[in-house]
């Protein structure tokens, strides 16, 4: 998504685009101009994923950043949580360059506030405007002189103090744990190992030789369904799978089945509840999340709050109702007494925890979600930001909820974070979830220039 200047705007999770492509080391240092410009010349943290293009921005952000006068301070590869933890208790505004769970070759670029949370719509946008204007040159020579410049300043133990964190929050009162590990080969590939072995857990590690092209290849949560196999083999009591940030997690049972974010999140609702702390009764998820989590949730006595799309909406409406657990489907959980923001790591830490004190398998936890048949589908097509003016595709979503009489429901929407849309269907049985997605893939690919039918990937 571009501005009138030609430049990316903020999607849902900042800036993103094909590394050197379309996020540029000169977009990524007129950033750093900007946010410097609109947030203050005082300290920023910088972190990264694991990329190879990630030295090469982080290295052009900072160039930004210094140039207008601020101190950045390189905390190297992190995860996108553990920057949020650092810009929390240090109360300093903080960038992350990681593209989360998309394939290596793109990067992306996040602005923090000095909280830990997400920039404020207008400060983004006010980021936005001075990026523009010194894309197009206008203000770009009001630079200042040599002696007010700032410099980059290394901090290599600050991702310990994130660790540090994460291991004191729980106690898994001297029981011996043993899970699969999957680090994606990203941001968690030392942090979760160093986690969880603080904590006394029993680890096996997979994917955490990172090389600045495998993250997320192959592995971590989008591919968690590919350890199945490997949990069983091992004998260990789950998986755990993050993606390239590590802001998300995806579990496995001790059968190799998946657990998402739906189970995770109706498990530690439940937990809270009956413990009587889940503070106001309820939680949030977003729309895509099945309706089955409504459902069971609700006969248990606790409402389920839905959002749009995004964890920013999750953690606006947190705060908004003064809640403590909010997540999506996706495997990114908030638990907002411990984070600012989703944390696959404190996610599983705290299933550990769950599963030590109740002494039962993540299998039976895990069932507690009756789920209803659901698929969502990612289309890829040209202009995704077409979808709400195309009428032959909301014609034909017309028709599939007509067709399912109220029995479950249809959503799309376009990603904020790749040139595609998601289509997710539930319904009460699997042949009309597949036939509805079918339907629905083929009409969005035919109206927004996608290459054709079959378009849409699982």
């Known amino acids: 998504m571009t501005s009138r200047a030609g430049t990316p705007r903020f ?3 900042g800036l993103r685009g094909v590394a050197n492509r ?61 920057i949020a933890f650092l810009a929390a208790s240090r109360a300093l505004p903080a960038a992350m360059i990681s593209a989360s769970h998309n394939p290596f070759a793109d990067n992306g670029i996040k602005l923090l506030a000095a909280g830990g949370t997400k920039l404020p719509d207008h400060l983004e946008r006010a980021i936005e405007e001075e990026l523009d204007a010194l894309v197009a040159h206008r203000g770009a020579s009001d630079r200042r002189g040599p002696g ?11 991702a310990e103090q994130y660790v540090a964190h994460l291991a004191g929050l729980v106690d898994l009162a001297g029981v011996r744990v043993r899970v699969l590990l999957d680090c994606a080969n990203g941001a968690a590939s030392a942090v979760a190992p160093a986690v969880l072995t603080r904590l006394g857990v029993d680890a096996v590690v997979l994917a955490a030789d990172p090389d600045g092209t495998n993250i997320n290849a192959g592995c971590g949560s989008t591919h968690a369904g590919a350890l199945g196999a490997s949990v069983r083999a091992a004998g260990v009591g789950c998986g755990l799978a993050f993606d390239g940030d590590a802001d998300r997690l995806i579990a496995l049972d001790e059968t190799g089945a998946i657990v998402d974010g739906d189970a995770l999140l109706a498990l530690f609702a439940i937990d809270l509840h009956e413990r009587g702390e889940l503070e106001g009764g309820a939680v949030v998820a977003t729309v895509m999340s099945n309706l089955g989590l409504r459902r069971t949730l609700e006969r248990r006595g606790i409402a389920l709050i839905e959002t749009p799309v995004g964890d920013r909406h999750v953690a606006d409406a947190l705060e908004a109702g003064g ?37 039962e398998p993540l299998s039976r936890l895990a069932a507690v979600l009756e789920r209803l048949p659901q698929r969502l589908a990612t289309i890829a097509v040209n202009e995704p930001r077409r979808l709400s003016e195309a009428d032959e595709v909301w014609a034909e979503v017309a028709a599939v909820e007509a067709e399912l009489q109220g029995a479950g429901r249809v959503l799309l929407r376009a990603s904020g974070t790749e040139a595609a849309v998601r289509v997710m269907v539930e319904a009460e049985t699997d042949a009309a979830v597949d036939a509805a997605v079918r339907r629905l893939s083929f009409a969005v690919a035919r109206a927004l220039g996608a290459p054709g039918a079959d378009a849409g990937r699982a």
């Open 11 to 13: 999607g849902t999770d």
């Open 22 to 82: 379309e996020l540029t080391p000169e977009l990524a240092l007129a950033l750093g101009r900007a946010a410097a410009r609109r947030l203050g010349a005082g300290a920023v943290l910088l972190g990264r994923d694991t990329r190879r293009s990630g030295t090469m921005l982080a290295a052009a952000l900072a160039a930004g950043l210094a140039s207008e006068g601020a101190i950045v301070i390189d905390v190297g590869v992190i995860p996108t949580p553990g």
């Open 148 to 158: 007010d410049v700032g410099e980059v300043r290394a901090d290599p133990g600050a």
């Open 323 to 359: 809640l403590v657990l909010g997540g999506e489907q996706s495997g990114h959980l908030i638990f907002r007494r411990d984070a600012t923001t989703g944390d696959g790591i404190l996610t599983a830490v705290k299933l550990l925890e769950l599963l030590v004190r109740r002494d």
